[in-house]
């Protein structure tokens, strides 16, 4: 399947790590959205977010790589990549966004966004007719 996805991922302490080319960044302990596309195998894309061993390839590898971060939900649908920038863009008007993170190959804000509570991912979730994958498989 091919399509876009949602990351929820804690953070369960306050950190700062090196993001490649961003730099060193600050993480505060709370909730965070990652939005992203697999336009192959949307399984295997999830299923690598999830995974601590990897090699470092996106902005977000460097996020999951520390111990403090881990992914407690992912929401998806099947879609083409140019939905993973309309996400982007209306998460980017009602929350707080990671500026530059995971999108150097777009003109998009942020695919990151700090959120206050999960709550709010619900109705999003809802709004953008996404899926919860932890209820789905």
Known sequence: MKGVYILI??????????VG???????EKGSYTYVGSAQ???EKRIERHRRKAKRKFWHIDYLLDNRCANV???LYKAAEKSEECKIARKLSERV???VDFGSSDCSCVSHLFKIDNC??????????QLQSWFLCH
């Open 9 to 18: 991922i804690s953070v369960a302490e306050d950190i700062r790590i090196n």
């Open 96 to 98: 707080a966004p990671i």
């Open 40 to 42: 192959k195998s949307l």
């Open 72 to 74: 407690v939900d992912v």
């Open 21 to 27: 080319s961003l730099g060193e960044v600050f993480f």
């Open 119 to 128: 709550s709010f991912m619900k109705d999003f979730a809802s709004e953008m």
